[in-house]
Nanobody, 120 residues
């Protein structure tokens, strides 16, 4: 089994910054892509940013130039640096990792979610 543990959410004023972290642990053979998604009540979960094992990144248009995703493969950890935060960024942020387990089964895993609230 694989577990994803997130940290770093909280309350911040508009224009401020937060850094989210997500560490993967468990029966991991390989971690492929890792990413961050977010969800607000009544809406579907949406992709924020994703990073491949090779370091290629992709961002939602709404966060380009403000958010940066990175990963430390040695620590099985992905980060999301969020700058110039806006009230519209308020959401529960979920970490996602596509992992291949020791028995060579590949599937998506999700963290428990961390609340980010941006006040105006």
């Amino acid at each position: 089994q694989v577990q994803l543990v997130e940290s770093g959410g909280g309350l911040v004023q508009a224009g401020g910054s937060l850094r989210l972290s997500c560490a993967a642990s468990g029966s991991i053979f390989r971690i492929n892509a890792m990413g961050w998604y977010r969800q607000v009540p009544g809406k579907q979960r949406e992709l924020v940013a994703v990073i491949t094992s090779g370091g290629s990144t992709n961002y939602a248009d709404s966060v380009k130039g403000r958010f940066t995703i990175s990963r430390d493969n040695a620590k099985n950890t992905v980060y999301l640096q969020m700058n110039s935060l806006k009230p519209d960024d308020t959401a529960v942020y979920y970490c996602n990792a596509r992992c291949t387990s020791m028995v060579l089964i590949t599937r998506d895993y999700w963290g428990q979610g961390t609340q980010v609230t941006v006040s105006s």
